[in-house]
């Protein structure tokens, strides 16, 4: 292959791992678990901390940590992909992921939970796709605090709903 078409094939790989990553975000945000499995392989790992194994046992914990989230933002930041081979690559993305959640035992009052961590992620391309078969989080540190359980913004605003309630979906479906 010609240098001019590899660098080109690498970067459309890297546009569809970077796409594999924002599909993972936006899936988790929005509590939406068909968009969270899009960006991994069927038969990955994922090492969450709390959590680590399949994809599938990382779904159900998924369901059941995010039952109490009520906002839920992850930003992606430096994403460094190094390739290892035509159909696969280890990558490294920083995430700043911001969630309200309710706390069971404080009625009246949220969490917001503030989380700096890298995702460690071994990118395979089966197939023709690109997706995560492999990922570790990392984490670098952690805040929470207790906040007043009201809405902030005055109506008629668009406020973000983690789930298929969130504008995003409701724009998208019109």
Request: aromatic share 10%; glycine share 6%.
């Amino acid at each position: 292959m010609p240098a001019a078409d590899a660098a080109l094939a690498r970067l459309v790989a890297e546009s569809e791992i970077r796409d594999a990553l924002a599909r993972y975000a936006r899936g988790a945000d929005r509590n939406d678990i068909a968009l969270i499995r899009s960006a991994y392989h069927a038969d990955a790992t994922d090492s969450h901390g709390y959590f680590s194994g399949t994809i599938d046992g990382f779904v159900e914990w998924f369901r059941e940590r995010h039952a109490t989230v009520t906002q839920s933002m992850h930003f992606l930041g430096n994403c460094l992909v190094e390739f290892d081979g035509d159909e696969s690559a280890f990558v490294e993305t920083y995430c700043r992921a911001y969630q309200r959640l309710r706390d069971p035992a404080a009625p009246g009052t949220l969490q917001d939970l503030h989380v700096l961590c890298r995702y460690l992620d071994r990118f395979e391309r089966r197939e023709g796709r690109w997706a995560i078969a492999a990922r570790t989080v990392v984490y670098e540190t952690q805040d929470v605090r207790q906040v007043a359980d009201d809405d902030p913004f005055p109506a008629g605003f668009a406020v973000q709903a983690h789930g298929p309630a969130d504008p995003l979906y409701v724009q998208r479906h019109t």
